[in-house]
């Protein structure tokens, strides 16, 4: 019995040793993740006990609870986005967690073209900005949100129309088509987006109002080659990828999102009106001294007492409203490990503050994943868009108002309500009916074949279908209706086939991707016009017989394009880092020995701050890396059969170009009764030998993260070259030919880019205050011309650029005024003739006229006098944002500024040409129109020894308000308060009682203030080429609140 007791007591003794372990191995921890910003719960948050495999992940209420196995534990909590922490869990049973945006972002995941990366880990030029920091703003497009938070990326938004185009560079413009763009290339969610192949398809909408900005989850954009190289052909202007919002794993996720608003009507243009105008009017009638008192002026000018003239007409009242502004969101989500899906409906609604104009939005989207079997994903991505946008009347030319800068009526001018209603009902006649539908999708496969190995499959579509149907009505044509239609679309598939590595063995990590894809891209476009249509209320092209007054073309064209590309990474130590990207593209663009282009990238990376070494600065010195790239990216031309000779027949135009400019008749040229087919002479000639367009660039860059992650500050220096860019050539015509196409232009864009992030206050205080600055500058030159590198000119001879080497793009060709000539012993005389300087050979300048620098000394003012003044690039972009939180409350303000653009004000000429007259007594009579204001600052010259920085507002022999004229290029530097938004989300503990996840309240403020030199309306919302003809449509200020609620 006693052997028995004895067998037992070891085991017995174990058992007791054990029991604490045992008991602690049942000690359960529950709590909830919450954002320390906005208070609300984070579903999808990993909880770990840190030594041993226990995990857990946090539910759709933020919630987890996690057995913990050591004695004394501590968990790892992280999320994407988020600093991850460590806490010792002690004798506690219930922990809740604050997580804060991981404002060194080394964590965050970046996308580089077919692969996710942790940031750290980048040898490349990556900007990202998160969906949750353009969330909500009153924008139809997610582009024109983007200005001001990327360094190196530029932005304009040169329209206020609602849905219109935004000039959009990654690192300089590289379009050496006069008012071309280089938009950069976008991928959202795997989806090729050009828009340099789409632009036709969405008329004069920008082709991203088919993309709700809502769905976007993160913006990643990749600025050098090494980033951006594995899209080869496609990736010379930079690539954009956007990732849309995924459902997390927990139950299902309900969101409405509701936000309204106005757009303020718009600050009128500085006009002088009622007394003002007559006395100013009267001033320089004074000035003139050709009249005998008062008796050769018309009453409309003296008669200050008529009712009929003595009035204070907004003229341009009439046209300028508040506009209203509305917004609604709705998505419902859900994913466990077999399934995920997100649906999701848009509705968009924005009234232009100019009338005639808006814009209606609907995007349904869908994205849908399946699991079948452990190894297999299918999924797919669906996104549409509906797009309503009126565009207005305007005065059919480039005028958004119904008249030009100077054609306003005079304010003197009597109109009653009846009349004003009769005047704007004028162009309530006309029908502008601009329809856009789009279909984007992708579907994906997705297999694990081996721990480490993947295989995509990728089916990628885009449709794209615009309609436009125009109706100018007599009234306001000249008596004449007209009518045009047009229709524009195209389809574009690609199909994808990659393999995704990753392998590591002890120090060493290698990954790879190996691919290959095919894509073929269509456009047609059709165009009829009817002009004399009998009838105002039929407002389509009917009843118009055949002939001039019938006009109707059609087109079509297709690419496709043959793909091969890899990549090859290796990483020691997670602290040294190696990459190659290789990528071969064929295109049928190119004649068969020229088809083939070759795209390669290498870049390198070393974490310094990972050294031993290192060791001791680290609290200083928390993150230190330094990264180089080169590689070589490409571009497409738009002229599809540029290799091809074009042919025609008479049957291409409305008359016959030998016959019905000749001899007035309407019949195709035959031989022998056929129709002759012959070369269209005012095409380009066959351009057999094009070949790739290529941007060799290098990137040196340092990533540092200061003072324990509080500060962290990246740096790039970067030199990209556009070379062989395909440039047309004017050619004799003794050739059959206007122009010649080839690789003839070669360019450059040098510059640096900073970016820095603080967090300004101690992470435990409950006033969170973080700042983001960034900058880049940038220089743009060009080359390489052809015909022995002479320069290029273009536009009307009174609006011309230049592209000259040495020079950057388009600047503005100008005479070079140095002030006003006070008296006429002041212009230079001709010492073989005596007489003074001349204008185009004709008049004499004189006292008064504006002093044009003759630049070749034959005393003679003419185009040879011209120089290049004026860069309508920016050279200097940048934004600040300065972001607060405190207790569920935030408030974000955003600055943006441009400085070293210049543009050309056609706005004040206008206004001036209006102001002068050599007669007038003629001009200001009835028909008079009014005087405009030009402020403090601007002098005329009016006697003879006045020194003023204007010419006289009278005579004109010499057209001295000619806008070709330096005073007239001003700077477009500004600075504007871009954004400010205000929010608060109710605390969890009352949004729990109602069963809501998180109801969060917000108002923003848009284009709150802009401060500048310039004397135009806004200096951003200039044309493409830097020209402000003073009618653009205005950037309204926009005031918007809103309501969010997640169930």
Not at 14 to 21: E, K, R, S, T, V
Request: contains cysteine; aromatic residues 12%; positive net charge.
């Amino acid at each position: 019995m006693s052997n028995q007791f004895t067998n037992l007591r070891w085991p017995v003794i174990a058992i007791l040793l054990l029991l604490p372990c045992v008991l602690w191995g049942q000690v359960k921890i529950t709590g909830t993740v919450t954002d320390k910003k906005t208070t609300t719960p984070i579903p999808g948050v990993v909880v770990r006990e840190k030594g041993t495999k226990q995990g857990a992940t946090t539910d759709e209420k933020g919630k987890y609870s996690l057995e913990l196995r050591s004695p004394d534990p501590v968990i790892i909590v992280s999320y994407v986005g988020y600093q991850t922490q460590e806490l010792k869990v002690g004798k506690r049973t219930d922990l809740d967690v604050l997580l804060e945006d991981d404002v060194k972002g080394l964590n965050d995941v970046v996308v580089i073209g077919y692969q996710d990366i942790q940031r750290r880990q980048t040898t490349s030029a990556v900007s990202s900005v998160k969906g949750k920091e353009i969330e909500n703003t009153p924008y139809p497009t997610f582009d024109a949100m983007l200005q001001g938070r990327v360094a190196g990326l530029s932005v304009l938004t040169i329209s206020g129309e609602p849905g219109s185009n935004n000039i959009v560079n990654v690192r300089g413009s590289s379009s050496v088509t006069p008012g071309g763009i280089s938009a950069p290339l976008y991928v959202i969610d795997g989806i090729v987006f050009n828009v340099n192949d789409f632009q036709d398809s969405y008329g004069n909408n920008n082709p991203l109002a088919a993309i709700n900005p809502n769905d976007i989850e993160s913006i990643d954009v990749l600025k050098d080659a090494s980033a951006s190289a594995i899209y080869g052909a496609r990736a010379a202007n930079g690539v954009i990828i956007v990732k849309t919002k995924r459902a997390k794993i927990g139950s299902t996720d309900f969101r409405v999102s509701v936000y309204g608003g106005i757009g303020g009507k718009p600050a009128l243009k500085p006009i002088m009106t009622g007394t003002a105008e007559r006395r100013y009017k009267m001033e320089l009638l004074r000035d003139l001294g050709t009249y005998d008192g008062n008796g050769n002026l018309s009453m409309f000018l003296t008669d200050s007492l008529n009712p009929a003239f003595n009035n204070n007409t907004d003229w341009q009242g009439l046209f300028l409203q508040n506009a209203l502004i509305s917004n609604v969101d709705a998505s419902v989500s859900g994913a466990d490990e077999k399934y995920s899906y997100r649906i999701a409906l848009n509705r968009y609604t924005e009234e232009g503050v100019m009338i005639g104009y808006g814009i209606q939005r609907i995007t349904p989207r869908l994205f849908l994943s399946v699991k079948p079997s452990k190894n297999v994903e299918v999924s797919t991505d669906l996104y549409m868009g509906f797009v309503k946008a009126e565009h207005g009347a305007g005065d059919l030319g480039f005028s958004r108002y119904p008249f030009t800068a100077w054609g306003f009526p005079s304010s003197f001018w009597k109109i009653t309500e009846k009349e004003k209603a009769i005047y704007t009902g004028r162009y309530d006649a006309l029908r502008d009916d601009d329809r856009t539908t789009t279909v984007n999708g992708n579907t994906r496969l997705i297999i694990n074949i081996m721990p480490g190995l993947t295989m995509n499959s990728t089916l990628a579509y885009n449709f794209n279908t615009n309609r436009r149907d125009y109706f100018i009505p007599s009234i306001i044509n000249f008596g004449r209706n007209d009518a045009i239609s047009l229709v524009y679309g195209d389809r574009r598939m690609e199909q994808e086939n990659y393999l995704v590595y990753t392998k590591k063995l002890k120090d060493h990590t290698f990954t790879g991707v190996l691919g290959q894809g095919a894509e073929h891209l269509a456009r047609n476009r059709i165009y009829a016009r009817g002009n004399g249509i009998t009838v105002d209320a039929i407002k389509t092209i009917v009843g118009v017989p055949a002939g001039a007054n019938l006009t109707a073309s059609s087109a079509f064209d297709e690419r496709t394009r043959l793909s091969f590309y890899g990549r090859l990474g290796y990483n020691y130590k997670q602290r040294y880092m190696l990459q190659f990207d290789y990528r071969r593209d064929a295109s049928s663009i190119y004649s068969k020995n020229k088809r083939w282009g070759q795209f390669p990238a290498i870049s390198a990376g070393w974490i310094l701050s990972d050294e031993p070494f290192m060791e001791s600065l680290r609290n200083t010195v928390s993150f230190l890396k330094f990264r180089g790239s080169y590689g070589i990216t490409g571009s497409d031309p738009g002229n599809y059969y540029a290799r091809y000779l074009s042919l025609i027949t008479d049957a291409s135009y409305s008359r016959s170009t030998l016959d019905a400019v000749l001899y007035g008749t309407d019949v195709m040229t035959t031989y022998n009764g056929t129709t002759v087919v012959y070369p269209n002479y005012y095409a380009a000639a066959a351009a057999a030998n094009i070949s790739w367009e290529r941007s060799p660039q290098y990137n040196i860059g340092v990533d540092m993260n200061l003072i324990k992650d509080r500060v962290s500050l990246t740096a790039d220096y970067y030199v990209r070259d556009s070379k062989s860019k395909i440039f047309d050539v004017a050619v004799p015509v003794t050739t059959g030919y206007t122009t010649v196409s080839d690789n003839f232009v070669d360019l450059r864009n040098t510059g640096v880019e900073f970016t820095l992030n603080t967090n300004n206050l101690s992470p435990k205080s409950a006033l969170q205050w973080r700042t983001n600055f960034n900058i880049s500058i940038n220089k743009n030159m060009v080359t390489r011309l052809p015909d022995g590198g002479r320069d290029f000119k273009f536009g009307p001879p009174w609006l011309q650029r230049s592209l000259s080497i040495g020079q950057p793009l388009f600047t503005f060709q100008v005479w070079e005024v140095n002030g006003v000539y006070a008296t006429d012993a002041d212009v230079p005389v001709d010492p073989k003739t005596g007489k003074r300087i001349t204008w185009q050979g004709g008049s004499e300048f004189s006292a008064g006229d504006p002093a044009r620098k003759d630049q070749n000394g034959d005393y003679n003012i003419d185009d040879l006098d011209k120089v290049n003044m004026g860069d309508p690039n920016p050279k200097v972009t940048g934004g600040i944002t300065n972001s607060f939180a405190w207790k569920g409350i935030t408030l974000d303000v955003l600055c943006t500024f441009i400085t070293g653009r210049k543009l050309w004000n056609g706005y004040l000429s206008d206004k001036l040409q209006d102001a002068g007259s050599s007669d007038p007594y003629g001009l200001w009579g009835p028909r008079s129109g009014p005087a405009s204001d030009f402020g403090a600052g601007v002098d005329f010259w009016r006697k003879p020894g006045d020194h003023a920085s204007y010419p006289s507002l009278v005579t004109n022999r010499v057209d001295k308000w000619h806008i070709a004229q330096s005073f007239f290029v001003e700077d477009a530097s500004f600075f504007r308060v871009k954004n400010i938004r205000l929010g608060y989300t109710l605390p969890r503990q009352w949004t729990s009682r109602f069963k809501l996840k998180a109801v969060r309240f917000y108002g923003i403020l848009d284009n709150v203030w802009v401060l500048s030199n310039a004397t135009v309306p806004d200096p951003e919302a200039v044309q493409v080429d830097g020209y402000s003809s003073g009618n653009d449509y205005p950037i309204p200020k926009k005031a918007t609140i809103g309501l969010e609620v997640n169930f």
